[in-house]
């Protein structure tokens, strides 16, 4: 199984960004996707998650109204639409990957995300 993710950058508080794992490896039906994140000196937080069929999603309070997660899976990718991006949503984002019958969890290796006030 590998996830690779993009889309990580440096921008300002109140910018966009779109993040994007792509996928490969693994029947892509069979897991639900999610997206964590790190900042420095923390421990890897939720922030976004998607059923298999990608039609219930959840999200981190703190990021709720502003994220929004996607999935494709033709495609084999989840996206993550980050909107009005505040300095404490810098972090590493991690895509992970969990599948719903054996519950094996695998992690991309993650996109650093930088906002600037």
């Known amino acids: 199984v590998q996830l690779v993710e993009s889309g990580g950058g440096l921008v300002q508080a109140g910018d966009s960004l779109r993040l994007s794992c792509a996928a490969s490896g693994l029947t892509f039906s069979n897991y639900a996707m999610g997206w964590f994140r790190r900042s420095p000196g923390q421990a890897r937080d939720f922030v976004a998650s998607?059923?298999?069929?990608?039609?219930?999603?959840s999200y981190a309070d703190s990021v709720k109204g502003r994220f929004t997660i996607s999935r494709n899976n033709a495609q084999l990718t989840v996206s993550l639409q980050m909107d009005k991006l505040k300095p404490e949503d810098t972090a590493v984002y991690y895509c992970?990957?969990?599948?719903?019958?054996?519950?094996?969890?695998?992690w991309g290796q993650g996109t650093q995300v930088t906002v600037s006030s």
């Open positions: 998607i059923t298999m069929s990608g039609d219930i999603s």
């Open positions: 992970s990957a969990l599948n719903v019958y054996s519950r094996a969890r695998y």
